[in-house]
C-alpha cells in the first residue's frame, strides 16, 4: 500500500515501484480452460474447475421423443458494473469508543463487520461501518472488498484515518467483474416447437479468486435458471465454474439471469424458425400457463403466482405485433431491416434461508428485523439493516409503515446504512430489500400499533379493539386522540398509562421472513421493435415495451425507476459493455471511451405496463423488483435483431451485439449461402 | 487517477510561450483547452514537466473574415462553430463538424487547434480541415511557418511542430455559396469520437472536389477517383467501389473497419447530393 | 511551484494557493468543501463534475484550477437563487429524475444548460444533449421527463439565456457536374502506413509489422552492420544502448507518442545465424513511470540481390505491451505508429549502409513546408504578427 496525504501524492509512490515478475501463461478463456493442455491458474487444484455442477432429469426420455432438435452456441462479455460512484473506504480508530469505524460505499454494512471481524481478527462489537450515501450498488458493493480489509487494518496499525476511493481506472481493470458466460443449448422439441427436453453446458469465467461471502453460485444458478418461464420435461444441465487470470466475478443486478434469459430466448427462436412459426406464439405455448400456478418447476423453482401467457400477449399486443409484421413485408425506405424480439422472464426475488444454505454460502440470510419507534413528538423512525442507495426504500417502507400506523409520510425517518443504529441484515441484494425489510417493517408496525392503540384506549376509555388508527391519529367510538399525545402520554406523562400497559413502550423490534422462502417470483415480458443497418451492422431500438408484475406495487413511481434503470443497463448488456481482453490477459478497456454504457441517446423512450399478482407467501402480496429491469433486455433485444436479420440467414449469438458482431453474422450468413 | 506533479506557466503572448517550451527542452507541453491533455495528465499517460497553458493568449481566440478566407486562432472553441450563425455552406459545415465533437462541456472549452495539434485520425477537426484543404500557421521564436494540413499532420499524435513551436492560426479558404458538401461520422454512441468519418465538398464554381475519409489509423484519406466521378456524374459511387478506392490505398484493413469507412464516404456522398 | 489564483465561487471570491496538477474539482471537494461535485470518471466522459465556468458547463475534473485565476465557478451548491435551477431542481423531484443521486449534479447543471438554450426542444434533442451525463441507475426516463417538463412548463422568455439558432443545411439549387482541379494538399505522394487492426475474435495481443528495403551493398557488406548493434541500435528511433557483451545486449528505448512518454529499460539476446544471414534479438523491458512493460523482437533477414551487389533486407517487428499504455481498444492507432517506427528504423538503416547518413545532418529536424513564407498575403502577415504577440492591431474582433 502507498499511503500519502492525497491521492496525488500516493500515485507518486506508486509510479516509483515496479514489479519484477516472471511471467507464466495467462488463462484467459474459460472454455479454453477446461481443457486438460490448459495453463493452470492454481496449481494445485490440478485443474481450473472451481466448481462443476450437473443435473440429468428424465433428458433422455423426453429428448429422445423430439422432431426438432437445435443446438446453438451463447456467448456473453465480461461486463463491469460501473455505479457513477466506485468503491470507497475510509477506516479510523476511535479511541473514545475503542471501535475501529468503517465508512464504505457498500449495500451490506452488518455483512462487513462480520467479514472486517473475520479478517482482522477483532470482535464484531469493536467494529462500526457506517454506508451513509451510496452512489449505486448493482452487486458490486454486496461483497466484502478487499480494500476495506487493507484500509481498516493500515487505519489500526497507525492510528489515524485512511482512506481510499476507486477511480474508473482502477474499477475497469482490477475492479470485480460480472456476466461472462458461455452456452451451448440444445433444444428438443415437437413439430408445434413445444419444448420436451433441454440440454446445456455453461462455462462461467469466475476470474482468479472467489469472492466472500458469494463463493462461486453464478454457475450452479445458471444452471437453475435456465429454464425460465417455460415448462418441458427432460433437462440435463452441465455447470462449469471456470478459474482464469481476471478479477472476479460478482453477482451483478440480475446475476445469472440476464445470460440464462438470452441463451434460453435465442434457443426458443430457433426452435420457432426450425418448426417455421411465428417465435411469440411458440412462446405463448411453452409458457408456465396461468391454471398450473403455483408450479414448481423441472428446477424445483416454486413459482408462486401469475399469468404468464398473458403478460407475453399484452406485450404482443402494446408492442403491435401484427403492425410490425405488416411494416416488415413492406420494408423501410432507408434500406434498414426490422426486428421484434420478446424476451419472458421470471425474476425470484428475495430467496432466502433455503436457497442460500443449499447453494453452500457462508453467510445465510434468514429472519429480517426491522426496529420502529414512536418518537418523543409523535414521529416514527425505521430502523432497518438493508442499505438503500437509490432504491427509495426511506420512500417505501415509510409508505408500508404509514399504512399500518396512519403516521404521515413527511414524519416518519428511516435510518439505514449503520451498524451502530440498525438491526443486523444481509443487507441490500437478490431484490430481497423490498419483501423482507418491508415485511419485517410492516409486522414490527402491527406490533408498536397495538401498543399505541392499548394506550389510545385507556385515554379514550373504550376497548383496544375498537381503536382505529387514522392519520396522525386514533379513533375511537366516543373521540380521538392524535399520535403525538400518545407519545407524550408515555414519554413526559407515564402517570397517565394504563396499569397493563406494555412496558417495551414505544419501541418494537419485529422480524419476519416469508412463508415460503424459496422467493417471491416477480415476472413479465420485454419486448423490442429494432431497425439493424445492414450495411454497417447498427442497431438502433425503434420501441421498447415492458410488462412487469411485482405483486402489489408499494409505488409505481419507485418501481418504474427501478425498472427503466435495470433496462438501460440491460440494453448495455446486448449492445455496448465489453471488457475486452488481448491473450495476455491484458484488460483493452481502461477508460469510459473504450468501455462503453448507455448513455441518454442510447435508450430509447421505455414504456412500462404493470400487472399486479400478489405474492401468496409474503406480506401485503409484495414481490422484489430490483434485477428484473436487468434480466429481459438481452433477449428482447437480440431476439429482435435475428428476427430483423432472418431474411439474409444471419443470426447473431454472441453479445453485446456490436455493428461489428452483427456484420460479421450476415458476413458470415452470405458466405454460407455462396457456398451452397 | 491524478496529474503528475509539473510546472505550470501561463503566458501572455506565444513568443514568450515558445521561448518557455524551447527552455523546456522537449519536457514541455502546450495547454489549450485540456479536454484532451486533461484526461492524459489524470491518467499519467502524458507527464510533462512544464505545461505551458495559452488559454491567457487573447489572440488566439479571434476569428478574422477576409474575402476568399477565414482566418481561426488555434484557441477557438468548438461551440463556437457551432453556434456560428452563419448560413453559407462553410459556416453550415464548420459549424456541423464543431457541433459534432463530443458533449456541450467539453465543445465549451476544446478547441480547434488543440484538436489539430493532437493529430488524433478520429476528430473531426482532422478530418474537416484536410477536406477544406485549410493552412496551419504556426509560430516559435525561431520561425514562422505555414503548412498545409497534409504536411502538418504527419501520423496519429503526430505533426511537423517542432517542440518549441505553436499552432497560432488556421486558414480557411472559403467556399462558394453553391458548393455542397457531407459530412457523415459513424460512431457508437452520441458523442463519441466517430470510428469512421467521411467527409465531401463539391465546389463546382471553384472545381473543387474532394472526398475524404477519416478516422483511419493514420492521416485522413484523400480518394480522388472517387470524387471525380461524383463530380463529374452527379451519381454516388456503389459501396464496393469506394470499398475499393479505400483499399487501393490503404490496404489492410479487415472487412467490418473496411465497409464502415466506405459507408461513411458514401452517405457524406449521398448527402452532399441530397 | 504553486500557484495563486483568485477565482469567485458561488458569488464569493476566494483567494488560494494551488498546486498545478490540482484539478478543479479536488480543489473544490478537497480545499473548498463543495462535495457536491463528483467524480465519476476523472477524464471528461460522464459528466459527474460538471459545473458552471464562466457560465458555460464544463468539466471540473479535466480543468485544472491554476488556469483559472480571474474565472467564475457555479457549483451546484450555488444555484440557490437561481429561478431556473429551482424549477429544474423541483422537476428532478417530482419526476423522479434521480435515484443513487451520484450524477444528479452534473445531470442538473446540463439540464439547466439545456432549457436555457432551446426554447424547445423534442425528447431526441434532450437526449442527445443529455449524452455528456451518464446516469446508472434511472435510465434517463425520469431525467428526460424532468426536462421536458420545464420546457413546458417554464415560458422560454424566462429561462433561455442563450438560445441556439436553428440550422437548416438545405441545398436547394440543383448539382452541376464539373471536373474538379487536382487538389493542392494530397496524401497519396508520401507513403501511408497501413497496420491490420486487431479483431474482437483474434485479440493475441501482439503487434506485428514487416517491413523490407534493397541496399545497394553485397550481402557481406550489408550483414557487418547488422553486427554493429551499437550501430544498428542508433538507427531506430529512441534506442540507446548502454551495455553490450556478446549476445547480451543492454539499453533503452524511448518512445513519443503525442504527449505520451516511455522509456523502456531492458535488456535483449541476439541469436545469429551467419551462414543464412538471420538473426533474431529479443528482449524486454519496462518503463517505470507509466507502469508498462514490453517484450519483443526484431528478426532480420539478408538476401542476396538480382546483381549480387544488392541485398534484400527483410525487417519484422513484433512486440507486445503490458500495463497502462496497453490497455486501450484502439490497438489500430499504435500499429500506425510502429509501422512509422519501423519504417524509420528501415530507412535509417538503409542510409547507414550507404553512408549517407551523415550527410543528412540532424535526422530528427522536421521538413518545411513546400509553401513559401514570402506568398503569405501582406494582411496574413499583419494578423499572425498581432497573434504571435509581435505587432498590434486595431482590426475588431469578430
Ligand atoms: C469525452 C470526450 C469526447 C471527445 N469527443 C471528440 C469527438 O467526438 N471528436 C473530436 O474531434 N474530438 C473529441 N474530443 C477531443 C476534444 O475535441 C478536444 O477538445 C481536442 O481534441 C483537444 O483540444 P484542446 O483544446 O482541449 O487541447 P489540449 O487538450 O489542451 O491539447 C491537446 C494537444 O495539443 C497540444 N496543443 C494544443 N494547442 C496547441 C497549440 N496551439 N500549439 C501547439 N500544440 C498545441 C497540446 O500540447 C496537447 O498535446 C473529445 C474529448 C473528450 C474528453
Ligand atoms: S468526472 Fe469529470 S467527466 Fe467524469
Ligand atoms: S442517479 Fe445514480 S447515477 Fe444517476
Known sequence: MCVAPTRAEAEDLVQRISLDVDELPAVIDAVKARNSDSALLHEEWGDNIFLPTSIDINFDEFAKKADVVVKREYKLARQCMMPMEGKGVLAYWDERDEQ???????????????????????????????????????????VLQPEEVAVAWLAMKRRHPVRWVEDRREHLVSGANAREHHYVVTAYADKQGKLLALDAEITVDVGAYA????????????????????????????????????????????????????????????????????????????????????????TNKHYDSGDYPSSLRSAMEKINLDGVRARQKQGEKDGRLIGVGFAPYTEQTAHGTKVFAAWGIPLVPGFEQASVRLTPGGGLEIRVGVQSHGQGMETTLAQIANQILGIDV??????????????????????????????AVSKTCVLLGERMKRIGAHLMQCKTEQVRLETDKMVGPNGQVSVREIADVWYLHPEQLPDDVDPGGLEATGGYKPKVDTGAFTFGTH??????????????????????????????????????????????????????????????????????????????????????????????????????????PSGAIVSAINDALRPLGAEVNSIPATPRRVLSAIEAAKARSAQQ | MKAHSFTYERPSNV?????????????????????????????????????????????????????????????????????????????????????????????????????????????????????????????????RRQ???????????????????????????????????????????????????????????????????????????????????????????????????????????????????????????????? | MNKNISIIINGKSVEALVEPRTSLADFLRDKQRLTGTKLACEHGVCGACTVLINGAPGRACITFAATLDGAKIQTIEGFENDDVMEVVRNAFHTKHGLQC???????????????????????????????????????????????????????????????????????????????????????????????????????????????????????????????????????????????????????????????????????????????N????????????????????????????????????????????????????????????????????????????????????????ELRVSGLVWSVLAARLKALWLKISGIGSSNRSRS
Not at chain 1, 418501481?559 to 483493452?588: K, S
Open chain 1, 211 to 298: 469472492v466472500w461471502p458469494w463463493v462461486c453460485f453464478e454457475g450452479p444458478q445458471a444452471g437453475g435458471n435456465l429454464p425460465g418461464a417455460y415448462i418441458f420435461s427432460g433437462y440435463r444441465c452441465q455447470t462449469y465454474s471456470m478459474a482464469t487470470n481476471k478479477p472476479p466475478l460478482v453477482p451483478y443486478r440480475g446475476v445469472s439471469r440476464p445470460g440464462v434469459c438470452f441463451a434460453i430466448e435465442m434457443t426458443v427462436d430457433a426452435v420457432a424458425r426450425a418448426v417455421g412459426r411465428e417465435p411469440a406464439e411458440v412462446r405463448l405455448e411453452n409458457l408456465v400457463p396461468a391454471a398450473s400456478m403455483p408450479y414448481t418447476n423441472i
Open chain 1, 100 to 142: 475501529l469505524v468503517v465508512y464504505a460505499s457498500t449495500q451490506v454494512p452488518h455483512m462487513i463487520r462480520t467479514g472486517l471481524s473475520l479478517a482482522l481478527g477483532i470482535d464484531q462489537s469493536s467494529i462500526r461501518v457506517v454506508a451513509p450515501d451510496v452512489g449505486g450498488g448493482f452487486g458490486y458493493k454486496c
Open chain 2, 15 to 143: 513568443l514568450e510561450a515558445s521561448r518557455l517550451l524551447a527552455e523546456a527542452s522537449g519536457e514541455g507541453r502546450v495547454l489549450a483547452g485540456g479536454q484532451t491533455l486533461g484526461p492524459m495528465l489524470n491518467m499519467r499517460l502524458a507527464m510533462p514537466k512544464l505545461i505551458v497553458d495559452i488559454g491567457g493568449i487573447h489572440e488566439l481566440k479571434t476569428v478574422e473574415h477576409f474575402v476568399d478566407r477565414i482566418v481561426v486562432g488555434a484557441c477557438v472553441n468548438h461551440a463556437v462553430f457551432e453556434d456560428w450563425i452563419d448560413p453559407t455552406p462553410l459556416g453550415q459545415l464548420l459549424s456541423r463538424a464543431g457541433g459534432s465533437i463530443a458533449y456541450r462541456a467539453i465543445r465549451n472549452r476544446g478547441t480547434i487547434g488543440g484538436s489539430l495539434c493532437h493529430a488524433d485520425p478520429n476528430a473531426d477537426w482532422v478530418t474537416t480541415m484536410s477536406l477544406l484543404e485549410a493552412t496551419l500557421l504556426t509560430a516559435s521564436t525561431k520561425a
Open chain 3, 277 to 364: 544471414y538471420e538473426g533474431v534479438i529479443a528482449g524486454g523491458g519496462n518503463d517505470s513511470s507509466s507502469g508498462s512493460r514490453a517484450k519483443g523482437q526484431v528478426t532480420y533477414q539478408l538476401l542476396g540481390g538480382n546483381s549480387g551487389e544488392n541485398t534484400i533486407v527483410n525487417l519484422t517487428l513484433e512486440f507486445q505491451l503490458q500495463g497502462a499504455l496497453a490497455q486501450f481498444s484502439r490497438v489500430g492507432l499504435i500499429q500506425e505508429f510502429s509501422a512509422r517506427l519501423i519504417s524509420s528504423f528501415a530507412k535509417n538503416l538503409s542510409d547507414e549502409i550507404e553512408g549517407r547518413r551523415k550527410e543528412n545532418g540532424d535526422k530528427t
Open chain 3, 101 to 275: 443521486g451520484f450524477c444528479t449534479a452534473g445531470m442538473l447543471i446540463t439540464a439547466r444548460d439545456i432549457v436555457t438554450r432551446f426554447p424547445n426542444a423534442d425528447e431526441q434533442t434532450i437526449r442527445t444533449e443529455l449524452s455528456g451525463n451518464l446516469c446508472r441507475c434511472t435510465g434517463y426516463m425520469g431525467i428526460v421527463k424532468a426536462v421536458q417538463k420545464v420546457l413546458e412548463e417554464m415560458p422560454a422568455k424566462e429561462r433561455v439565456r442563450n438560445p441556439v439558432i436553428p440550422k437548416n443545411p438545405t441545398q436547394t439549387f440543383p448539382f452541376k457536374t464539373f471536373q474538379p482541379k487536382s487538389s493542392t494538399q494530397t496524401n497519396t505522394s508520401s507513403k501511408r502506413m497501413t497496420a491490420k487492426r486487431v479483431s474482437e475474435k483474434d485479440v493475441d495481443g501482439w503487434i506485428r509489422l514487416t517491413d523490407r528495403f534493397i541496399v545497394a551493398r553485397n550481402r557481406d557488406e550489408t550483414w557487418r552492420l547488422f553486427s554493429d548493434f551499437a550501430r544498428m541500435a542508433s538507427c531506430m528511433p529512441g534506442a540507446s544502448l548502454t551495455k553490450a557483451d556478446g549476445d547480451q545486449l543492454e539499453g533503452q528505448v524511448r518512445i513519443a507518442f503525442g504527449p505520451i512518454r516511455a522509456s523502456f529499460k531492458g535488456n535483449a539476446t541476439v541469436q545469429r545465424d551467419d551462414k
Open chain 1, 410 to 439: 413527511s414524519k416518519i425517518r428511516v435510518v439505514h446504512g449503520d451498524t451502530k443504529f440498525t438491526p443486523y441484515s444481509t443487507g441490500t441484494y437478490a431484490s430481497r430489500s423490498i419483501v423482507m425489510a418491508g415485511g
Open chain 2, 147 to 274: 503548412l498545409p494540413m497534409s504536411e502538418f499532420m504527419l501520423g496519429t499524435y503526430s505533426t511537423a511542430l517542432n517542440p518549441d513551436e505553436l499552432l497560432v492560426a488556421i486558414d480557411i479558404p472559403k467556399i462558394s455559396s453553391e458548393a455542397r458538401w457531407g459530412y457523415y461520422r459513424i460512431c457508437r454512441k452520441v458523442g463519441e469520437f466517430p470510428e469512421a468519418l467521411g467527409a465531401v465538398i463539391f465546389d463546382q464554381p471553384r472545381k473543387v472536389g474532394r472526398v475524404i475519409a477519416g478516422g483511419m489509423n493514420g492521416r485522413p484519406l484523400s480518394l480522388p477517383t472517387v470524387a471525380e466521378f461524383v463530380a463529374a456524374t452527379g451519381k454516388t459511387p456503389e459501396l464496393p467501389e469506394v470499398e475499393k478506392a479505400i483499399q487501393e490505398s490503404e490496404p489492410g484493413f479487415d472487412s467490418v473497419d473496411l465497409r464502415h469507412h466506405a459507408v461513411a464516404v458514401r452517405r457524406a456522398i449521398l448527402m452532399a447530393l441530397a
Open chain 1, 527 to 632: 419486448a423490442a421493435v429494432v431497425a439493424v443497418d445492414p450495411e454497417l451492422g447498427t442497431v438502433e431500438i425503434l420501441d421498447y415495451v415492458i410488462i412487469e408484475d411485482c405483486g402489489a406495487l408499494v409505488n409505481p413511481m419507485v418501481v418504474e425507476g427501478q425498472t427503466y434503470g435495470g433496462a438501460a443497463q440491460g440494453i448495455g448488456t446486448a449492445l455496448y459493455e465489453e471488457m475486452p481482453y488481448d491473450h495476455a490477459g491484458q484488460p483493452l478497456a481502461s477508460n469510459l471511451a473504450d468501455y462503453l454504457i448507455p448513455g441518454a441517446a442510447e435508450v430509447p423512450p421505455l414504456r412500462i405496463f404493470h400487472t399486479q399478482t400478489p405474492s401468496p407467501f409474503t406480506e401485503h402480496g409484495i414481490k422484489g423488483v430490483g434485477e428484473g429491469g436487468a434480466i429481459a
